[in-house]
C-alpha cells in the first residue's frame, strides 16, 4: 500500500513538473502543431480538389444539364443567387470595406484577408483567360453540338480576352468565394461555419444558373486553397506574427 502510494506522488510529481514545462514554453511553439495540421489538411484539400476536377470532367455536362434544370422553391432559389455577393468584386469590396472601417481592432488581419483575396482572384482571372471553355449557358450558341464535356474547351492562349463566353475555366467566384470564407475565419473564428455556408451557397449560385461546370467550381475553390497556403506559408495570416490596431 505504501508502495503504491509513492508511485502515485511520483506520478503526480512528475506530471507537475511537465505541465509547469508546457505553460513555459513560447506560444509560438505551442501552436506549430496547429499550423502544420492547417498546412497538411490543405494540401490534402488541394490534392482532393485535383482528382475531383479530373474525374468530374466525364460528368460535367450531365451534371450542369440537371442543376439548371431543376426546379428550386422560389425562396430558397432567391437566397442562392442573393449569395453571389459574397464572390462578386462588388460584394466582397463592400463586405471587407465595412469591416474595416468598424472593426479597428481587427483591422491589420483584415487588410491580410484583402491580399488573400485579391491574390486568390487575380490567380483565377489568369488561368480563366490562358485556358480556354465556353460556358454551360452558351453551348447553344457553339459552331457545333457538344455531346461530351471534352468538347468544350478551346485552344489554349486563343479567343478574346473579353469574349466572356469562352471564360469557364477556372471559376473566379469560387476561388474570390472561398478565399473570403478562409480569410475571414482566421479573423472571426467563430463564424467559421457561416462563411463555408455563404461560399457553398456562392459556389451553387454558380452552377445552378450555369455560369460554370462543376469542375470550374472545384478547380477554383482549389486556387483559393492554395493561395491560402502560400499566404499563410509567408506568416500573412499567421496569428502570432499579426499586431492589430489599436
Same mark, same amino acid.
Not at 488561368?127 to 485552344?155: C, D
Not at 480569410?183 to 479573423?187: E, H, I, P, Q
Given at each position: 500500500m505504501l508502495a503504491f502510494s509513492g508511485l502515485l506522488d511520483f506520478v503526480n510529481q512528475t506530471l507537475s513538473i511537465q505541465l509547469m514545462g508546457?505553460?513555459?514554453q513560447p506560444i509560438t511553439d505551442l501552436r506549430m502543431p496547429h499550423r502544420q495540421f492547417r498546412t497538411r489538411t490543405g494540401w490534402l484539400s488541394v490534392i482532393a480538389l485535383a482528382l475531383l476536377v479530373f474525374i468530374s470532367l466525364f460528368w460535367?455536362?450531365?451534371?450542369?444539364?440537371?442543376?439548371? +434544370?431543376?426546379?428550386?422553391?422560389?425562396?430558397?432559389?432567391?437566397?442562392?443567387?442573393?449569395?453571389?455577393?459574397? &464572390?462578386? =468584386?462588388s460584394g466582397v469590396v463592400a463586405i471587407l470595406g465595412a469591416l474595416l472601417m468598424v472593426d479597428t481592432k481587427n483591422r491589420a488581419k483584415l487588410v491580410q484577408v484583402c491580399v488573400l483575396v485579391s491574390i486568390s482572384g487575380v490567380? +483565377?482571372?489568369?488561368?480563366?483567360?490562358?485556358?480556354?471553355?465556353?460556358?454551360?449557358?452558351?453551348?447553344?450558341? &457553339?459552331? =457545333?453540338?457538344?455531346?461530351?464535356?471534352?468538347?468544350?474547351?478551346?485552344?489554349?492562349g486563343s479567343g478574346s480576352w473579353f469574349e466572356e463566353a469562352l471564360r469557364s475555366f477556372?471559376?473566379?467566384?469560387s476561388a474570390t468565394a472561398v478565399a473570403l470564407a478562409i480569410?475571414?475565419?482566421?479573423?472571426y473564428p467563430?463564424?467559421?461555419?457561416?462563411?463555408?455556408?455563404?461560399?457553398?451557397?456562392?459556389c451553387l449560385q454558380r452552377l445552378v444558373s450555369g455560369a460554370h461546370f462543376l469542375s470550374d467550381i472545384m478547380?477554383?475553390?482549389g486556387i483559393a486553397i492554395l493561395t491560402s497556403?502560400?499566404?499563410h506559408r509567408y506568416a500573412f495570416l499567421d496569428v502570432s506574427a499579426v499586431k492589430t490596431a489599436e
Open positions: 508546457l505553460l513555459k460535367d455536362l450531365d451534371i450542369s444539364r440537371f442543376a439548371t +434544370s431543376i426546379k428550386i422553391p422560389g425562396d430558397l432559389r432567391k437566397a442562392i443567387h442573393l449569395c453571389e455577393a459574397f &464572390a462578386h =468584386f490567380a +483565377s482571372n489568369a488561368a480563366k483567360y490562358l485556358i480556354p471553355r465556353i460556358r454551360p449557358h452558351a453551348m447553344n450558341k &457553339a459552331p =457545333f453540338p457538344i455531346q461530351s464535356g471534352w468538347e468544350t474547351w478551346g485552344v489554349p477556372p471559376s473566379g467566384h480569410g475571414l475565419s482566421y479573423v467563430r463564424g467559421r461555419w457561416v462563411f463555408a455556408i455563404l461560399a457553398f451557397m456562392a478547380a477554383g475553390s497556403l502560400a499566404v
